[in-house]
């Protein structure tokens, strides 16, 4: 895997006697576990979202004003 950071070398390592692990940095020493990784997909899925609601709305905006006559702008 490669670190988002610094896009080294991220390497599989267990933090725990259960079972756990994260993805550690072989560069910079970031790490990343499961619920990061989840953390950080939700986010990026809402920002893709906000930015469709905008262009949407820009678009609708768009439509509505070639609409009008030329004398009422």
Request: aromatic share 10%.
């Amino acid at each position: 895997m490669q670190c988002a950071r610094c896009q080294g070398l991220s390497i599989k390592e267990p933090f725990d006697k259960r079972g756990h692990w994260w993805w550690r940095c072989y560069n910079c020493g970031d790490r990343v576990d499961r619920s990061i990784l989840l953390n950080r997909a939700e986010q990026e899925a809402a920002e893709s979202d906000r930015a469709a609601a905008m262009q949407r709305d820009l678009k609708e905006w768009s439509t509505w004003l070639a609409k009008l006559p030329a004398a009422a702008i």
